[in-house]
């Protein structure tokens, strides 16, 4: 059960990479907890504990990251992540390979990866507008600023418009989000003054079928950041295929010559201990894993990973 929205800033958001620094940079997307943790607090006052637990702590409600929306001859487009296996030559950025296909051959030239930014299917790539500004405290007594309280936050710029889903187990938990989804909502730091207002609006995404034919090889494209545990319950960045869907019971090996992965460090701010949780190390979206199959996979285990 999901839900697909379309969420609009109409005021600069500030989502900061690092939160552990007031002046990280900013995100170029909508983060899924950020919406997450605006719906939660309308929320917790109506749920039962038993749905908030399994909604937000166990979860049993999942929010996507929202990409930026790309207009095309009146067509709204969801872009996503550009795969790191997406590389040009030097000074070609306009010539890209990818170098996870099994037809490719690495010629004799020096490639360059292409780690960040957004695509659409018609290969179009949109610019998420950002900018810094600079906030100070006042001295409530003197009315000047205070020594040392000079902060620089990067925003998203406002007027931008970002799409995403919510998948929840619970029907009653997903019709809920659904009304919070059309009250005023604020996202980010600095909520109380002038920034991160944000509109949503749903829409009906066409539902896609899964065609299955004998495969060799599976190829996955991380849409979003990954956490992965491998058996002794340490991070791990090169997992087996058992390791990211434990049910899946498939017999697979990672193939590293066509698998690219990009990972990165986060801390994250947990408000009820006023402090960081332990840092987290996770395979960032755009990452591509390609397995090598000893048997083909069927319709619901394809399912089953998605």
């Given at each position: 059960?999901k839900?697909?929205?379309?969420?609009t800033?109409?005021?600069?958001?500030?989502?900061?990479?690092?939160n552990s620094s007031?002046?990280?940079?900013?995100?170029?997307?909508?983060?899924?907890s950020?919406?997450?943790?605006?719906?939660a607090?309308k929320?917790?006052?109506?749920?039962?504990a038993?749905?908030?637990f399994?909604?937000f702590?166990?979860?049993?409600?999942h929010?996507?990251?929202a990409?930026?929306?790309?207009?095309?001859?009146?067509q709204?487009q969801?872009c996503?992540p550009?795969?790191a296996?997406?590389?040009?030559?030097?000074?070609q950025?306009?010539?890209?390979?990818?170098h996870?296909a099994?037809?490719?051959?690495?010629?004799?030239?020096?490639y360059?990866?292409?780690?960040?930014?957004?695509?659409s299917?018609?290969?179009?790539?949109p610019?998420v507008?950002?900018?810094?500004?600079t906030?100070?405290a006042?001295?409530?007594?003197?009315?000047?600023?205070?020594?040392?309280?000079?902060?620089?936050y990067?925003?998203?710029?406002?007027?931008?418009?970002f799409?995403?889903?919510?998948?929840?187990?619970?029907?009653?938990?997903l019709?809920a989000?659904?009304?919070v989804?059309?009250?005023?909502?604020?996202?980010?730091r600095s909520?109380?003054?002038?920034?991160?207002?944000?509109?949503i609006?749903?829409f009906?995404?066409p539902a896609?079928?899964?065609?299955?034919?004998?495969?060799?090889?599976?190829t996955?494209?991380?849409?979003?950041?990954?956490?992965?545990f491998?058996?002794f319950?340490?991070p791990?960045?090169t997992?087996?295929l058992?390791?990211?869907?434990?049910?899946?019971?498939?017999?697979?090996s990672l193939n590293?010559?066509r698998?690219f992965?990009?990972?990165?460090?986060?801390?994250?701010?947990?408000q009820?201990?006023?402090g960081l949780?332990?840092e987290q190390?996770?395979?960032s979206k755009?990452?591509?894993?390609?397995?090598?199959?000893?048997?083909?996979?069927?319709?619901?285990q394809l399912?089953?990973i998605e």
């Amino acid at each position: 059960m999901k839900l697909f929205y379309r969420l609009t800033t109409v005021d600069p958001i500030i989502l900061s990479q690092d939160n552990s620094s007031v002046n990280a940079q900013s995100l170029n997307y909508i983060s899924g907890s950020a919406l997450l943790g605006a719906v939660a607090s309308k929320l917790y006052p109506t749920l039962t504990a038993e749905q908030s637990f399994s909604a937000f702590q166990n979860s049993g409600a999942h929010f996507s990251p929202a990409y930026p929306v790309l207009e095309s001859n009146g067509q709204a487009q969801v872009c996503l992540p550009v795969p790191a296996s997406w590389h040009a030559p030097k000074g070609q950025d306009n010539k890209l390979s990818n170098h996870s296909a099994a037809s490719f051959e690495r010629e004799g030239i020096q490639y360059k990866q292409k780690r960040d930014g957004f695509i659409s299917n018609i290969g179009a790539t949109p610019k998420v507008k950002c900018s810094l500004i600079t906030k100070t405290a006042l001295d409530s007594t003197t009315g000047k600023a205070k020594d040392g309280q000079l902060f620089n936050y990067s925003q998203i710029d406002k007027d931008q418009t970002f799409a995403g889903f919510i998948r929840a187990d619970d029907a009653d938990v997903l019709e809920a989000i659904k009304d919070v989804l059309t009250q005023s909502l604020r996202l980010g730091r600095s909520r109380g003054s002038e920034f991160g207002r944000v509109q949503i609006e749903l829409f009906v995404f066409p539902a896609q079928k899964i065609h299955t034919q004998a495969q060799k090889t599976l190829t996955l494209w991380c849409l979003s950041d990954v956490q992965c545990f491998d058996k002794f319950g340490e991070p791990n960045c090169t997992p087996s295929l058992e390791e990211l869907a434990p049910a899946l019971n498939a017999q697979a090996s990672l193939n590293t010559s066509r698998s690219f992965i990009r990972n990165r460090n986060v801390s994250l701010f947990n408000q009820k201990r006023g402090g960081l949780d332990s840092e987290q190390v996770l395979i960032s979206k755009g990452s591509v894993l390609t397995f090598d199959l000893n048997t083909p996979l069927n319709e619901e285990q394809l399912n089953t990973i998605e």
